[in-house]
């Protein structure tokens, strides 16, 4: 079953990396634009990055790789995709670095202990069979002191959970966001952890796509919009933030914002 499921997310991300259009992608839009806090809370707990050595895992169309290369780091660009992987190398040619990229289970990695000073993964976790054997394969291909940075869907949000019943032909049908209790399982594995949420009432900005805006979110990925159109969300985004900065205060609230972003010291 592991397998079969595997199989359906590698293929469905092929398909996706056969039209991902690498000369439309702005790379530092992903890390540094308003509508991107959880790479902001990371970036911020990664500190210099020159001449450090990173896995990106589960690269996706590469953003990650090509960004840290840009900054100076070494980095592999893993996915179990090999579609994907491609898409990454052919980034990283347009923007004038060099990364190296691998096809590889992020459950079963292809490195030797101790290999990275950093592992980056982004949406990868709710895609695998079993999250905490990935987690455990970053702990072990890291350097002693090296961090995992990792962001990740929560299942909890009631408004994100009816998107997912909708947005079916841009989600894969095994995916499982994860929950908020993962952090206790970093925490037990890893000398440090630091973690945050993010979208609540931000998430307004969903139901303005969906309510007001009319965009079909089988037609438009509504995660990718939000980067893409950051510059025209920006003074909603950031008067909505200051509200999940309160709301996020209140016992138990943490758990029902959209994603979750973790740095984890080894």
Known sequence: MENQRLEREKQFHDAWAAVIDVEGIRVADY??????????????????????????????????????????????????????VEVALDLAAKNGVKIEGRTMDASALDCPDSSFDFVYAANLLHHLPD?????????????????????????????????????????????????????????????????DTFWIATLWIF?????????????????????????????AYWRLEKWDKLLKKIPGMKRFAWNLAVVAMK
């Open 31 to 84: 890390f540094e634009a308003c509508t991107a806090p959880e790479n902001r809370f990371i970036l911020s707990q990664m500190g210099d990055v020159r001449g450090k050595k990173i896995l990106d895992l589960g690269c996706g169309a590469g953003e990650n790789s090509v960004y840290f290369a840009k900054k100076g780091a070494l980095c592999m660009a893993a996915d179990y995709s090999p579609g994907m």
């Open 131 to 195: 999250p905490r054997t990935a987690i455990l394969e970053m702990h072990r291909v890291l350097k002693p002191g090296g961090k995992a940075c990792f962001w990740e869907p929560l299942k909890h949000n009631p408004i994100i959970n009816v998107y997912r019943r909708i947005a079916t032909k841009v989600r894969t049908e095994d995916e499982m966001p994860l929950d908020i209790a993962i952090v206790k399982f970093v925490e037990q594995n890893f000398s440090r952890t630091n973690y």
């Open 207 to 235: 139901l303005q796509f969906y309510l007001i805006e009319r965009v079909d979110p089988n037609k438009e990925r509504y995660w990718k919009k939000i980067i893409i159109e950051h510059r025209r969300l920006a003074p």
